[in-house]
């Protein structure tokens, strides 16, 4: 069974990135096998968070009938695998194409998300009986814990996401 890769943008477009880009070393030292990986990685990453707006192939479904049941809603949602394009946008973003191939590249330098989150309250360790003292009231990243471990992406990828402090009333009649 072959395996495909669903990632924004190809191989080709990373590397032509990369080639213009400083101290992209992880990529190059990349194997072949780990570079698709990364961007898949790196786009997973990239499709948890909550994107203003609606997915293109929803609201393509809503212009044409904005009467569409639910199941049709999910049904047009579902067929769009990726969260971009969004809205009447037909491409993704250049914005977000380039914070997959930054996050992918963190990945590929060694970073890990999950171990970044953990490590955020640490401000102290030691070696010699072994101790970590944690500050449990620091003000934690906000990158590091949306889980995007590249600061370059995190800024590339914010202007999309949906205000959490915004409140939609919708009056019901």
């Given at each position: 069974m072959a395996i495909t890769y669903d990632y924004y943008g190809t191989l080709e477009e990373?590397?032509?990135?990369?080639?213009?880009?400083?101290?992209?070393?992880a990529w190059t030292n990349a194997s072949d096998e780990d570079r698709p990986k990364a961007l898949l990685a790196a786009r997973l990453i990239i499709d948890t968070l909550n994107y203003k707006g609606r997915k293109a192939a929803v609201f393509a479904l809503l212009e044409a009938s904005p009467d569409a049941d639910e199941d049709a809603i999910r049904a047009a949602e579902a067929s769009q695998?990726?969260?971009?394009?969004?809205?009447?946008?037909?491409?993704?973003?250049?914005?977000?194409?380039?914070?997959?191939?930054e996050i992918a590249h963190s990945l590929l330098d060694g970073v890990d998300p999950e171990?970044?989150?953990?490590?955020?309250?640490?401000?102290s360790n030691g070696l010699s009986s072994v101790r970590t003292t944690y500050n449990r009231t620091q003000v934690p990243i906000e990158h590091i814990?949306?889980?995007i471990p590249n600061a370059m992406a995190w800024r590339l990828i914010r202007p999309f996401l949906r205000d959490d402090e915004a409140v939609k009333l919708q009056r019901i009649s």
């Open positions: 990373a590397q032509t990135y990369f080639d213009n880009r400083l101290h992209e070393s695998p990726l969260e971009f394009p969004r809205g009447a946008d037909e491409e993704v973003p250049d914005a977000i194409r380039q914070a997959q191939y171990l970044e989150l953990q490590n955020l309250g640490i401000i814990v949306n889980g």
